[in-house]
């Protein structure tokens, strides 16, 4: 157990709709990041929060947004989900910003039918 | 740009093989750090190993060994006495400094059967 919780485990939703995915990290951690893994783009970064502001953005679609709330928890927003935003996602968090190991979440499992 | 390449998409093999599992990265960077993670068929990803730029010795925990080589910008991983247990995806990731440091870029993952 990394210590990084992600609810729901599993999503199904229909195109386009909206949800909202959540992490809290692990007791301590400072920084989240997430990330989305798909057959067809393996495993890429989204957005990454560092105590409550936004440090760094990867491939993460206008669609979709993000946010740390005071108490470090984070909520991943999709809304007008197409197919193919059917994916893992992980939530990862890490001590600090920087390079430091990133302890993963279990992913919450998004299917857009 | 960065990049990582794992070239072996699936390796199968039997209980108590050794067997190892190329990484090569591209970086224009000179302070970097390299990652290993395992993905088991549960989905979790687990963090196996961090390692910075400027730390070209071997590490060896258990029966999980890492040779990184600069010269050759790989950081190959290799299981000794493999069990079955070990049958998981396992991803190698590459960090920089900066401005994005702490972002991961991931190969693509080797998905590795580890017969009885």
């Known amino acids: 157990d990394s210590g990084v919780t992600q609810t729901p485990k599993h999503l199904i939703t229909a195109t386009g709709q909206r949800v909202t995915l959540r992490c809290s990290p692990r007791?301590?951690?400072?920084?989240v990041y997430w990330y989305q893994q798909s057959l067809d783009q393996g495993l890429q970064f989204l957005i990454q929060y560092y105590n409550g502001e936004e440090r760094a953005k990867g491939n993460i679609l206008e669609r979709f947004s993000a946010q740390q709330f005071p108490d470090l928890h984070s909520e991943l927003n999709l809304s007008s989900l197409e197919l193919g935003d059917s994916a893992l996602y992980f939530c990862?968090?890490?001590?600090?910003?920087?390079?430091?190991?990133?302890?993963f979440g279990p992913g919450t499992r998004l299917t857009v039918l | 740009a960065q990049k990582v390449t794992q070239a072996q998409t699936e390796i199968s093999v039997v209980e108590k093989e050794d067997v190892t599992l190329d990484c090569v990265y591209e970086?224009?960077?000179?302070?970097?750090?390299l990652f290993w993670y395992k993905q088991p068929p549960s989905g979790e990803l687990v963090f196996l190993i961090r390692?910075?730029?400027?730390?070209?010795q071997n590490e060896i925990s258990g029966r999980y060994s890492w040779n990184f080589q600069k010269s050759t910008s790989s950081f190959n991983f290799t299981i000794t006495a493999s069990q079955v247990v070990d049958s998981a995806v396992y991803f190698c990731?590459?960090?920089?400094?900066?401005?994005?440091?702490?972002?991961?870029?991931f190969g693509q993952g080797t998905e590795l059967s580890v017969k009885p």
């Open positions: 007791s301590g951690d400072l920084s």
């Open positions: 990862a968090s890490s001590v600090a910003t920087g390079v430091h190991e990133q302890f």
């Open positions: 390692r910075n730029s400027f730390d070209e």
């Open positions: 970086t224009r960077d000179t302070t970097y750090y």
């Open positions: 990731a590459l960090s920089e400094m900066g401005p994005q440091g702490g972002k991961l870029i």
